[in-house]
Structure formats: structure tokens, C-alpha cells
Antibody, heavy 119, light 110 residues
Framework: EVQLLESGGGLVQPGGSLRLSCAAS????????MNWVRQAPGKGLEWVST????????YYADSVKGRFAISRDNSKNTLYLQMNSLRAEDTAVYYC????????????WGQGTLVTVSS | QSALTQPASVSGSPGQSITISCTGT?????????VSWYQQHPGKAPKFLIY???KRPSGISNRFSASKSGNTASLTISGLQAEDEADYYC??????????FGTGTKVTVL
């Protein structure tokens, strides 16, 4: 059974940093690209970032480019999102999602972790 | 990349059918046969319903169907049930491992 468990969320001041983690199990982690998707309170879903299975290729939404960094440790089956220069508008629940390679669809999602950026 | 446009809300009575539209552009929805749909109940993670415009993964009820014409994708829920009350999002792959989601539609079962 595929399981994704995010952690690392919390309250951080504007301009601060936070690192999210997503522990994966139930599939061959290194064979799949992974995504981060966020949802601001009461708002819709927003794609944030994607990383290839090997970790060699990364992609970002314009809203986070230059501030966020996605990475992975395939030996630990763990996905990360390093978030720097945080802004109030980054406040959201952050979900990690596995990508099904043949269809590039996000087929499994974690339960999410809440990041609140506030002074 | 702008969010795909969905109606804010759609409602229907139990047993009825409803359709949710998802309008994009020739750069996203119209360029790839890679629209997916997700269901999200309050406080829960999104659940994968549809992939490649109209295909259902195993385990998803055949009451959910989808189609696409030009730059507009659609999700139809037939035989509406109370458990279908949720938010629904479309999502289009837009190349280079990037995605755009729809604005979301709240489905209410009357």
C-alpha cells in the first residue's frame, strides 16, 4: 500500500525558512517523480514543484522559483521541500504527491502539513 | 500559467447527474490529452478520479465519467449520492513536468 507522510510544517515568521519532509513507502521510491502541491486556507490547489526519480531534474512554479528547493534522498525514501524567504502568501497546507509515470498523473497524495507564515 | 476556470459551485438532487466544466487554453487543456480530476472532502487530501482526459483508475466508481472538447474538459457525476458532496479540481499537464489546476468546484447534494 502506497503511503506518503508529510512532516515539518509549523509557524514561521516572514523571511524565515522551513524544511518539509515526505516519507514514502509501499512503492519503489526512486522509480517515480514526486510533486509538492499546496492549498492556501479556503483556496484551491496550486502545483509547487516536481523532481525526477533520480533527483537530477527539478521544476518549480514561478511563485516559488528562487526561494524553494525540492530534493530527495532515495536511500531514505524521503522527499524534501526547503522553503526560504517565506511570505504570508506561502501559508498553506503542503501535500506531497507521487507521479504515475505513464500518465504523469498525481495518483497518490499524503495527508498534508500546514505551514503558517506570520509574525 | 493561469488557473483553469471551473464553476464555483454545482448542485443536484440525489440520483441526478451533474457536469463540471474546466476551461483552459490551447497551451494547456487543448495541447495535451492529460487532464486529470480530483475529489477533495473537507479537511482531507485530494483523491485521484480521472486521468488522460477520460480514463478511470481501478476502484473509482463508474458514476464518474469525463470528456474533453477543444480547450474544455468536463466531469460528469451520475446517480448523485450524498457522499459525492465535495470539492472537485481539474488539472492539466502543461509540459516540462509542470501542471496547472482548476479553480475548484464545490458540489452540493440537495
Amino acid at each position: 500500500e502506497v503511503q506518503l507522510l508529510e512532516s515539518g510544517g509549523g509557524l514561521v515568521q516572514p523571511g524565515g525558512s522551513l524544511r518539509l519532509s515526505c516519507a514514502a513507502s509501499g512503492f519503489t521510491f526512486s522509480s517515480y517523480a514526486m510533486n509538492w502541491v499546496r492549498q492556501a486556507p479556503g483556496k484551491g490547489l496550486e502545483w509547487v514543484s516536481t523532481i525526477s526519480g533520480s533527483g537530477d531534474s527539478t521544476y518549480y512554479a514561478d511563485s516559488v522559483k528562487g526561494r524553494f528547493a525540492i530534493s530527495r534522498d532515495n536511500s531514505k525514501n524521503t522527499l524534501y521541500l526547503q522553503m526560504n524567504s517565506l511570505r504570508a502568501e506561502d501559508t498553506a497546507v503542503y501535500y506531497c504527491a507521487k507521479r504515475e509515470e505513464a500518465t504523469v498523473t498525481m495518483d497518490y497524495w499524503g495527508q498534508g502539513t500546514l505551514v503558517t507564515v506570520s509574525s | 500559467q493561469s488557473a483553469l476556470t471551473q464553476p464555483a459551485s454545482v448542485s443536484g438532487s440525489p440520483g441526478q447527474s451533474i457536469t463540471i466544466s474546466c476551461t483552459g487554453t490551447s497551451s494547456d487543456v487543448g495541447s495535451y490529452n492529460l487532464v486529470s480530476w480530483y475529489q477533495q472532502h473537507p479537511g482531507k487530501a485530494p483523491k485521484f478520479l480521472i486521468y488522460e482526459d477520460s480514463k478511470r483508475p481501478s476502484g473509482i466508481s463508474n458514476r464518474f465519467s469525463a470528456s474533453k472538447s477543444g480547450n474544455t474538459a468536463s466531469l460528469t457525476i451520475s446517480g448523485l449520492q450524498a457522499e459525492d458532496e465535495a470539492d472537485y479540481y481539474c488539472c492539466s499537464y502543461v509540459g516540462s513536468s509542470t501542471y496547472v489546476f482548476g479553480t475548484g468546484t464545490k458540489v452540493t447534494v440537495l
